[in-house]
């Protein structure tokens, strides 16, 4: 495993525990998107440091990141319905069930499946993996996705006055 492969998967399993742990306490709802725009412009960063070391590619690095992005959306569309909100004191509120965390998990393993299958053969000048290269852009898309599902699954709740007051249970 080269250097650069070794540093994107780091920083990639930090961001990943860093998200898991954000998603398993109660914190509030945020409508800002701020952590998304500093992940993205982190992970175009990293991807354009991949893409450096391939002057031509034969549609398998297009392929692989355009599939894993797609995962990506679809594994934070479904984790959003796992996902418990409520209104306390005037604030949204939000937390992750285990499912959300076995979710967030897989989803991972998603990306780095999908890669090894698509484009395992492609690797960068240091030898890093597409997947390792765009874990990050990953992450970003599935967490916003996540995001923008909860948002709109709370604006439709309290058009229609169904927002619950106070953590709801576990069924």
């Given at each position: 495993m080269s250097g650069a492969n070794l540093a994107n998967l780091i920083i990639g399993i930090a961001v990943l525990a860093l998200v898991l742990s954000r998603q398993l306490v109660t914190r509030r709802l945020s409508e800002s998107y701020r952590l998304s725009v500093i992940l993205a412009a982190i992970g175009i960063w990293e991807f354009a440091n991949f893409l450096g070391g391939h002057p031509r590619d034969d549609g398998g690095i297009a392929a692989a990141v355009a599939g894993s992005l797609v995962l990506a959306?679809?594994?934070?569309?479904?984790?959003?319905?796992?996902?418990?909100?409520?209104?306390?004191?005037?604030?949204?509120?939000?937390?992750?069930?285990?499912?959300?965390?076995?979710?967030?998990?897989?989803?991972?393993?998603?990306?780095?499946?999908?890669?090894?299958?698509?484009?395992?053969?492609?690797?960068?000048?240091?030898?890093?993996?597409?997947?390792?290269?765009?874990?990050?852009?990953?992450?970003?898309?599935?967490?916003?996705?996540?995001?923008?599902?909860?948002?709109?699954?709370?604006?439709?709740?309290?058009?229609?006055?169904?927002?619950?007051?106070?953590?709801?249970?576990?069924?």
């Amino acid at each position: 495993m080269s250097g650069a492969n070794l540093a994107n998967l780091i920083i990639g399993i930090a961001v990943l525990a860093l998200v898991l742990s954000r998603q398993l306490v109660t914190r509030r709802l945020s409508e800002s998107y701020r952590l998304s725009v500093i992940l993205a412009a982190i992970g175009i960063w990293e991807f354009a440091n991949f893409l450096g070391g391939h002057p031509r590619d034969d549609g398998g690095i297009a392929a692989a990141v355009a599939g894993s992005l797609v995962l990506a959306a679809a594994f934070g569309a479904v984790r959003a319905l796992t996902v418990r909100v409520w209104r306390e004191n005037g604030q949204l509120l939000r937390r992750g069930t285990w499912l959300t965390a076995l979710l967030w998990i897989a989803a991972l393993a998603a990306h780095l499946g999908y890669d090894y299958l698509v484009a395992g053969h492609v690797t960068g000048k240091n030898g890093g993996n597409v997947g390792d290269a765009t874990i990050i852009l990953y992450l970003v898309v599935t967490l916003t996705v996540q995001r923008f599902m909860l948002l709109n699954r709370v604006a439709r709740q309290e058009a229609s006055g169904q927002i619950p007051f106070g953590e709801p249970q576990v069924p």
